[in-house]
């Protein structure tokens, strides 16, 4: 940051709140985070995280903005069709807080790839990713923020398998890859839906950081946007889960 004088305007919202303060914003200046999609669910979480003062955020996506996601995609215009998300993501969250140190990587996440973050950010849009992130994450002993959104519904939580006893991983909710799993570009989605899970995340990985509150560890958040509800779902381990279940075992 540039000066405690603009430390304390810029930040002073977060710091007149208890449960981060002063010491919240610092450890929200020494975080460092790693996020899996620039898309629907990552931009706004993006944005906001930025905006909060994070210091620094790792980007991965191999896609290009096309016209189709100007609908929900709001980190987007139409002058950026055609260009790489993670890139112009990367650019534009530098350019409107040159606080945060942002990098960006132009293809895909995979399992061989090494995350730099401490804390890991699932806002990606297909079952393998997920799993390969969640697998990642349990290894070595991170949190995963995880985030999904199709039609009018959405949902949040975090997993700490690696970090909490006893509390469960994303597959121990979601096993397998459900039979009538479809590509995102062959679902309808409401764009609103997809920012509200997109906050929701990155409000889940600030109270991570700075310790306020009780992070959705065990718990996943469920958005019905039709009915304009919202619930929330305990979760279990699994002691069968084929990642994490070696640690529940009696």
């Known amino acids: 940051m540039s000066g ?4 304390i305007e810029r930040h002073k919202r977060h710091i007149l709140l208890k449960e981060i303060g002063g010491p919240g914003v610092q450890k929200l200046r ?24 994070v210091g620094r955020l790792e980007i991965w996506d191999d896609d290009v903005v096309d016209r189709s996601n100007l609908q929900r995609q709001v980190q987007f215009g139409e002058g950026d069709v055609g260009q790489p998300k993670a890139e ?15 990098s960006w990587h132009r293809h895909r996440w995979s399992e061989s790839h090494p995350l730099a973050g401490d804390i890991l950010i ?37 997993f700490t398998s690696g970090l909490k006893p006893g509390a469960p991983c ?17 679902v309808g989605v409401v764009g ?14 600030v109270k991570l950081i700075t310790g306020a509150g009780a992070p959705l560890i065990g718990r996943i958040l469920l958005m019905d946007g039709l009915a304009g509800v919202q619930r929330t779902v305990k979760l279990k381990a699994d002691a069968s889960c084929s990642t994490c279940g070696s640690i529940h075992a009696d």
Not at 40 to 48: K, N, S
Not at 88 to 102: E, F, G, I, N
Not at 138 to 146: E, I, M, P, Q
Not at 172 to 184: F, I, L, Q, R
């Open 170 to 186: 994303y597959r121990c909710w979601v096993p397998e890859t459900p039979p009538d799993a479809e590509a995102c570009d062959e």
């Open 30 to 53: 020494g975080a460092a985070l790693s996020m899996v999609g620039a898309g629907a669910l990552g931009g706004p979480c993006a944005l906001y995280l930025a905006a909060a003062g």
């Open 4 to 7: 405690a004088t603009v430390d």
């Open 192 to 205: 609103a839906m997809t920012g509200m899970v997109g906050a929701a995340m990155a409000l889940e990985t």
């Open 88 to 102: 112009t993501l990367a650019s534009k969250l530098q350019a409107a807080h040159p606080d945060t140190q942002v």
């Open 122 to 158: 699932d806002a990606s849009d297909n079952f393998p990713t997920r799993y390969a992130l969640n697998a990642a994450a349990h290894a070595s002993r991170r949190a995963l923020v995880h985030g999904a959104a199709a039609g009018w519904s959405g949902q949040v939580s975090v």
